[in-house]
């Protein structure tokens, strides 16, 4: 129980990295929506990251 603990722990720490990048990319411009395409890349990155660990987790039975 505690490797899968681990696992799922270590792959959230990893995608708190770009989900932090967005936000305060997104705070240095005031939270008015003024940002440019260039700044959405840590979500962008987030999401696809968030998606990769679900199927990793919980579909690919090894």
């Known amino acids: 129980m505690k490797v899968p603990v681990k696992h799922i722990l270590f792959r959230l720490i990893i995608l708190m ?3 932090l990048g967005f936000y305060f990319m ?3 411009s005031g939270f008015k929506g003024r940002t440019y395409d260039l700044d959405e890349v840590p979500l962008y ?3 696809a990251l968030f ?3 679900f199927v990793e987790t919980f ?3 090894i």
């Open 51 to 53: 998606g990769y660990v």
């Open 59 to 61: 579909l690919i039975k």
């Open 17 to 19: 990295i770009p989900y």
């Open 26 to 28: 997104f705070a240095k």
């Open 45 to 47: 990155l987030f999401f």
